[in-house]
């Protein structure tokens, strides 16, 4: 069945972005002192508009959007930085291991901001 084999594309891709990420996040945390200049230093801006020119393209590839469509390019941009955000928030606090980090990151890309919101509210009610 076409459904079942999209999905199942569909959630091969979210693993493969989930393992690029833990990848990087790994490396990020055996190099603390470079990560912390890349990510909070005075270029770090710089650095996470490179990420994003990285990134993006990468992104496109691996979820098979072909679309040049205004929302996409949007969609996109609003993953990669709240994924720059956790990055450098992650760098910062260090109040959860990074797989974890990347489990979160992983959860908000298949079940969106308000899902994990709520998720940890009704777990606190």
């Not at 972005?17 to 470079?34: C, D, R």
């Not at 996470?48 to 469509?69: C, M, R, T, Y």
């Amino acid at each position: 069945d076409m459904c079942v084999k999209t999905a199942r594309a569909n959630i091969e891709t979210q693993f493969e972005v989930l393992g690029v990420f833990q990848v990087f996040a790994k490396i990020l945390e055996q190099n603390e002192g470079l990560a912390k200049i890349l990510f909070l230093g005075s270029h770090s801006e710089a650095f996470a508009e490179k990420i994003k020119d990285a990134v993006v393209p990468l992104a496109k590839e691996l979820f098979g959007v072909q679309s040049d469509d205004k929302r996409v390019a949007y969609a996109l941009e609003y993953h990669v930085s709240g994924m720059v955000a956790l990055l450098r928030q992650w760098l910062f606090a260090r109040d959860m291991g990074i797989d974890e980090a990347a489990m979160l990151i992983h959860e908000l890309l298949v079940g969106g901001v308000l899902a994990a919101i709520k998720g940890e509210l009704a777990s606190h009610a």
